[in-house]
Nanobody, 118 residues
Framework: QPQFVESGGGLVQAGGSLKLSCVVS????????IAWYRQGPEKERESVAV???????VYHPSVDGRFIISRDNAKNTVFLEMNSLKPEDTAVYYC????????????WGQGTQVTVSA
């Protein structure tokens, strides 16, 4: 059973930075597209960024230019570097394998809370 373990969240002031990590197990990691999702208070879960097995990148327009997704195939880990954070980035952040934008493949992990204060 695939598992996703997110970490690195916290409380940060607007304009600050955080780097999230997602350790993945139970899948052929290097060949799999992995995405970061987030769910803000009283909002639907949405895709934020995805990195393909070949390293291709796609970002949600609201984070493009501020967030950077990367992967370390040797450590089965995907990262999300978040810069110039805004209060509207406040959410629980999750990672998952995906078959297409906004289409997660497996059960969710526990997520990691990111809170951005004004």
């Amino acid at each position: 059973q695939p598992q996703f373990v997110e970490s690195g969240g916290g409380l940060v002031q607007a304009g600050g930075s955080l780097k999230l990590s997602c350790v993945v197990s139970g899948i052929t990691f290097s060949r799999t597209a992995i995405a970061w999702y987030r769910q803000g208070p009283e909002k639907e879960r949405e895709s934020v960024a995805v990195i393909g097995g070949a390293g291709n990148l796609v970002y949600h327009p609201s984070v493009d230019g501020r967030f950077i997704i990367s992967r370390d195939n040797a450590k089965n880990t995907v990262f999300l570097e978040m810069n110039s954070l805004k209060p509207e980035d406040t959410a629980v952040y999750y990672c998952n394998a995906q078959s297409g934008w906004g289409s997660p493949l497996y059960d969710w992990g526990q997520g990691t809370q990111v809170t951005v204060s004004a």
